[in-house]
């Protein structure tokens, strides 16, 4: 059955998106700290597969834990919004 959900909360996809947007490095304790959480992985994946955003990944310490940002210079008027993270969008704010 698809429900249409991602399984993450929309609060949990729209903080991924503002915070890239806003051009932080967020990682999965960013988003654990931050929102409480545990589905970053997919939603970066998800965020780059379907929407085609430019989501770039740094690698660190001996865990390797991932650290995404936004491509340098990415326009966020050329890029694609889920539903949940479509305010952000420029167009919308029109």
């Known amino acids: 059955m698809n429900s ?6 929309p609060s ?5 998106c503002k915070a890239l947007l806003d051009g932080r490095t967020i ?3 960013t988003e654990i700290r ?3 959480g545990w589905r970053l992985g997919a939603i970066i994946f998800r965020l780059k597969k ?3 955003w430019p989501i770039e990944a740094e690698y660190r310490g001996s ?5 995404y940002f936004l491509k340098a210079g990415t326009d966020p008027h050329s890029l694609r919004y889920p539903p ?4 952000l969008s420029p167009a919308e704010g029109k």
Not at 4 to 9: A, E, K, L, P, Q
Not at 63 to 67: D, G, L, Q, S, T
């Open 84 to 87: 949940s993270a479509r305010a």
């Open 50 to 52: 379907r929407y085609g």
């Open 27 to 29: 990682s999965h304790r």
């Open 4 to 9: 249409g959900h991602w399984y993450s909360r």
């Open 34 to 36: 931050e929102v409480r």
């Open 63 to 67: 865990e390797n834990v991932a650290h």
């Open 12 to 16: 949990q996809v729209y903080w991924a």
